[in-house]
């Protein structure tokens, strides 16, 4: 793993300065940076989207790493104030904006891994659910609280949570409430690991590096079809799995790979 780091250039754009971005070898690292909550709004969801948009275009990078600024925020989501006077306009906006980001980040080429040091709340939890994977700190507590203030999540919440931890977890999260911490988060799904307090950042990074042992190609082609088993029954992408297998074989990755293997070698990844 390289341990050259550098500020990534997003191209002609300019982000928000509520994101941040590095780059770490073939990973990019964004830090939600708009204290004192990393709460999100309309220009940085906005960001986040051209980001993507422009990380899926760039063959460099293989990974991407989101985190918060600071100790104790992942993300608290939205800024209530936004729709404190209760234009439906805006909300109407809002809620497209927020679901136009987190769906791409969703649908990012690559591997996304969400390292939550820190409350991840409402948004930010919505956030953290868009991504491939979650790595949380002991100290991390997560909820979808947006029923207590006569609201619902808007993000993908109320599908992308049942979906990792069953319905009636969710339920509690979203109908009760309910607060649960990294612990808690680990047994029921929710996260794939627990790390301790400021650990979450460097270790997703540690795990996204293994990314760049992986062919670029085959990743891209193997993460629809796990993510479409949303969609269809249990056994209704099989035939798709095994076509793409074949279609892999157009690509000079493939040969690469396979002849790597057999040559006891590593492999030198063209991304085509």
């Not at 868009?130 to 002991?138: F, T």
Request: hydrophobic share 40%; proline share 4%.
């Amino acid at each position: 793993m390289t341990t050259a780091v550098e500020q990534y250039q997003p191209g002609v754009f300019d982000l928000t300065h509520k994101l941040t971005v590095e780059k770490h070898g073939h990973t990019a690292l964004l830090t939600i940076n708009h204290p004192p909550a990393n709460t999100w709004d309309r220009e940085s969801l906005i960001g986040l989207k051209q980001l993507i948009e422009h990380l899926n275009h760039d063959d460099n990078i293989y990974a991407l790493v989101i985190t918060g600024q600071g100790q104790k925020f992942f993300s608290a989501g939205a800024d209530l104030n936004l729709f404190a006077d209760g234009d439906k306009a805006r909300a109407r906006e809002m809620a497209r904006r927020f679901g136009e980001a987190f769906e791409a980040l969703r649908d990012f080429r690559g591997v996304s891994i969400a390292a939550i040091n820190g409350y991840a709340m409402g948004g930010g939890l919505e956030c953290a659910l868009a991504c491939d994977i979650r790595i949380a700190e002991r100290q991390a507590q997560m909820a979808l609280p947006e029923a207590t203030v006569g609201l619902l999540p808007c993000a993908g919440g109320t599908q992308a949570l049942p979906w990792l931890i069953g319905e009636g977890w969710a339920k509690r999260m979203i109908l009760c409430g309910e607060r649960v911490d990294a612990e808690t988060a680990l047994r029921i799904g929710l996260v794939e690991q627990v790390v301790d307090s400021g650990e979450a950042r460097g270790t997703a990074l540690l795990l996204a590096a293994k990314v760049a042992r992986q062919s670029p190609v085959a990743v891209r082609t193997i993460k629809p079809l796990i993510q479409g088993a949303r969609e269809r029954g249990p056994n209704g992408w099989l035939p798709e799995e095994r076509e793409r297998f074949v279609d892999l074989f157009d690509a000079d990755d493939t040969r690469e790979g396979v002849n790597a293997f057999l040559e006891k070698r590593d492999p030198h990844w063209r991304n085509k």
